[in-house]
């Protein structure tokens, strides 16, 4: 059965990065002390899931020390200058980490109204001390090589039993059909990539893409690879498709039992094997496998979603974040204005569940963000909401893109992409 929790978080990411003011925008990570949970998950939606848990991390922690000061490290930037892309542009960022190995993807050059020139990457062995960086082959013709216009929506993943990392994200072609998603592979630990790998049948288009794969070494699905997609075509229907062998192939596309609609889904896989995919349909819903990804089952409520439209324009919506930890716990946070008068701002609501879907329960507890803390860079400066220390089970790993906006702790940089980690710890991040 889920909880909710409520986190007052006003400064949130939109659900896709928007352009700073100024010449550059940039993927930014931070991160600060351990975590045991399962998937790191950074990127438009993942910011609000992970504020979210070091917030409520706040609410019992103990401020034994201040936080690690914080220093900027470039790992890559936008070298293109073809149209019709806004250059100079580095957005959308998703990182993942399997022990001291961090690979993160993100677009480059971004087009509006969507995808990019590009889709980078960046790869380091050493806890996010040094990086090497480039960008996926075989994809997009800004970059050279690939069949296609655009890319986007880039999430990472990494299968253990294989040793393969991999790159899902959406083709995007202004001529032809295109597979609802590819997938790039590494066999070398994320420094060179091969030609991406077709997920799904050719079709106008897809969205919300997401990548997960099972290195629980005793699930009985040990290196199973899962993609979630839908198809706005057919009314946002969800699809899922698996591999076995490390994304070289993929089955066909299965839809969930009752063939529903949704958006935004973010597969998590437990220790037992079983998949959780929590996604946006009607409200808040989650719908799982037990079998390896052969039947997907329908969707059940999580919760009905009452969003307040932000000002400014800002893109943004109540589309889920969601993790699991190393005891199977999922973890799903979107935004909601229920426990505001007349519904006037969103909150951060929090629901968690370590069993099956049985529906919501919803409860609310308000929570004050810890203190900020200044950083600075040859670029500019910001600030950065200050982690609870120590921070026991749960991570503090954000990925942004600065922007300016009035309301926004962050101001605006002129920069690339950059990085900041705290001393690496062995460990094993799924």
């Known amino acids: 059965m889920f909880s909710a ?25 931070y991160s600060w002390g351990r975590t045991s949970m399962n998937r790191i998950l950074c990127n438009r939606r993942n910011i609000a899931l992970l504020a979210g848990l070091a ?4 609410c019992t922690a103990v401020y034994a020390q201040e ?13 293109f200058t073809v149209g019709p892309g806004q250059h100079a542009t580095e ?25 990019a020139t590009a889709i980078g990457w960046a790869t ?47 083709p995007i072609s202004n001529t032809s059909e295109t597979p609802a998603v590819v997938v790039s592979r590494s066999t070398d630990g994320g420094f060179t990539w091969e030609s991406p790998v077709n997920v799904g049948p050719k079709i106008p288009s897809s969205d919300k893409n997401w990548i997960v794969c099972d290195s629980y070494s005793a699930s009985p699905f040990y290196g199973n690879c899962y993609v979630e997609w839908d198809n706005p075509d057919n009314g946002d229907e969800i699809f899922m498709n698996t591999s076995s062998d490390g994304g070289l192939t993929w089955g066909a596309s299965t839809p969930t039992a009752n063939k529903s609609f949704g958006i935004g889904g973010q597969p998590l896989v437990q220790p037992n094997g079983t998949v959780v995919v929590p996604i946006e349909t009607n409200g808040i819903s989650a719908f799982s496998s037990t079998n390896g990804g052969s039947t997907w089952s329908a969707p ?43 519904c006037s701002t969103n909150d951060l609501v929090f629901s968690t569940s370590t069993e099956a879907f049985t529906g919501p329960r919803l409860r609310a507890f308000r929570l004050t963000p810890p203190p900020a803390q200044s ?27 600065p922007r300016a906006i009035a309301r926004s702790q962050l101001a605006s940089f002129m920069s690339d992409t950059f990085l900041r980690t705290t001393p690496a710890r062995p460990g094993t991040l799924r």
């Open 300 to 342: 059940v409520t999580v919760s009905n979603i009452q969003s307040h439209t932000d000002a400014g324009g800002i893109r943004s919506g109540p589309l889920p974040s969601a993790a699991v930890d190393g005891a199977g716990t999922v973890y799903v946070v979107w935004e909601d204005c229920r426990f505001r008068a007349k």
């Open 124 to 170: 380091s062995t050493d806890g996010g001390t040094s990086w090497s960086h480039g960008f996926l082959p075989g994809l997009t013709t800004g970059n050279g090589g690939g069949p296609y216009n655009a890319a986007s929506d880039p999430a990472v993943a990494y299968d253990a039993k294989h040793g393969v990392w991999m790159i899902a994200s959406l």
């Open 375 to 401: 950083i600075t860079s040859s670029r500019g400066s910001a600030l950065i909401p200050q982690p609870p220390a120590p921070l026991h089970t749960w991570p503090f790993i954000i990925t942004f893109t």
């Open 5 to 29: 929790r409520l986190a007052t978080i006003r400064d949130r990411c939109p659900r896709e990065s928007l352009l700073i003011r100024g010449r550059h925008a940039a993927p930014y990570l």
């Open 67 to 79: 936080a690690p000061s914080v220093s900027l490290t470039e790992i890559s930037s936008d070298p």
């Open 91 to 115: 957005v959308e960022p998703h990182v993942l980490s399997n022990g001291l190995t961090q690979v993160s993807a993100f677009q480059t050059g971004r087009i509006a109204p969507g995808g």
């Open 55 to 58: 917030l409520l991390s706040a």
